[in-house]
């Protein structure tokens, strides 16, 4: 019996650590999305020095699952959970680069000549934010429909990348003198697309930790 109590409290423990990274990343999402509207290198620079910690919580999240696996030995929904959280874990942690990774073309575009051309990536970073909260949602409360509806958003964000893109070559057609600027506002259409894949693989972890059902890539998806 005390075994027992002594595994659910690792449960605890390790549930509240991914919720932990998840409300980190989530805070750099947002800041991410202002220095993006406003292309502001100072939010950006604040996210390349805080990356370390992201990625400490990552470490000491998978050493905690890993702990648990080897002292418990858990099956069924115990261990789907564990296996879950590793995934999630690494997805969170590669949101968090990939905010390092828009933050770097940032820095670059706040010193170089600005275009006349501007792409209103808000509405993509919107999406970006309500499927990263509504995933770490469905996690907190095992919300099986919340993780599909996620799941369903990834191809709008898509669609906003293919429209940037189409916009944005466009522009560079017109203007080869700021080629530039114009491949650092492509790049991070393309790391907004990746960070939103994150998110969905996110919601793809919840239900599998719920059904025991992998949905992947689409496949069991309704």
């Known amino acids: 019996m005390a075994a027992t109590k002594h595994f659910h409290r690792e ?5 509240k650590m991914i919720l932990s990274i998840g409300a980190a990343v989530e805070d750099r999402v947002h800041l991410i999305g202002k220095a993006i509207e406003s292309v502001d290198d100072k939010p950006a620079e604040k996210i390349i020095h805080d990356d370390h910690e992201i990625d400490e919580m990552e470490v000491e999240v998978e050493e905690e699952c890993l702990k648990v696996l080897a002292l418990h030995q858990p099956v069924a929904a115990d261990l789907r959970f564990i296996i879950a959280v590793i995934k999630i874990n690494n997805d969170l942690e590669r949101i968090g ?3 390092v990774n828009i933050a770097q073309r940032i ?3 706040a010193k170089q000549d600005h275009h006349d051309f501007v792409f209103d990536y808000s509405p993509m970073v919107e999406k970006v ?3 990263l909260k509504r995933s770490l949602d469905a ?10 509806k996620v799941c369903q958003l990834d191809d709008e964000v898509d669609d906003i990348k293919n429209e940037a893109y189409d916009q944005i070559k466009k522009a560079m057609k017109r203007s080869s003198d700021c080629l530039g600027y114009l491949i650092n506002l ?3 259409s393309r790391h907004l697309e990746r960070l939103a894949d ?6 793809e972890e919840v239900i599998y930790m719920i059904e025991g059902e992998i949905v992947r890539h689409g496949k069991n998806l309704p």
């Open 139 to 148: 996690l907190v409360n095992m919300d099986i429909d919340l993780a599909l």
């Open 11 to 15: 449960l605890e423990k390790i549930k």
């Open 129 to 131: 934010e309500f499927m």
């Open 107 to 109: 820095k670059i575009m």
């Open 97 to 99: 680069d990939q905010a």
């Open 198 to 203: 994150h998110t969905t693989n996110i919601a």
């Open 186 to 188: 492509l790049l991070i």
